[in-house]
């Protein structure tokens, strides 16, 4: 019997279960789920949209390959972490709609690193920037 048979043990993940190529097989999918969740979201999708600019940008801005992947690297991060925020807000809001101190620290914090990254990204390319055109 699957542990997911087991109507005690509630329903199991399948994803436990798998093995190999079938693992990432699934794992892509559910991967790919999540970005189109993602896209649902108008921050995500901001954040997407500009990326399609920024990421080929930082292959001419970057002098370097070091450059070019801080470039596109502050870009992506970005973006993982605005998945990352909207999952936490997700988890908060399927716990219950009412307010309490502690969805609110943990939607603070999740809002906070994105700014913190959005804050990164914007270091690194006005600094690529700089050295490109003025300095």
């Not at 399609?52 to 002098?63: A, C, M, Q, T």
Request: aromatic letters at 8%.
């Amino acid at each position: 019997m699957l542990r997911g048979d087991n109507p005690a043990m509630g329903q199991v993940n399948l994803q436990k279960t798998r093995t190999g190529l079938n693992r990432v097989w699934h794992a892509l999918g559910y991967s790919l789920e999540g970005l189109r969740a993602g896209w649902g979201e108008t921050a995500f999708r901001q954040e997407a949209i500009a990326a399609v600019v920024l990421l080929p940008l930082s292959f001419w801005l970057g002098r370097s390959w070091v450059e070019t992947a801080l470039l596109a690297g502050s870009v992506l991060i970005l973006m993982i972490v605005e998945l990352l925020n909207t999952g936490i807000e997700t988890a908060i809001d399927r716990i219950g709609p009412e307010w309490h101190d502690l969805s609110k620290r943990a939607k603070d914090m999740g809002s906070a690193a994105v700014l913190l990254s959005l804050v990164l990204c914007a270091g690194i390319w006005t600094a690529a920037l700089w050295q490109r055109f003025v300095a």
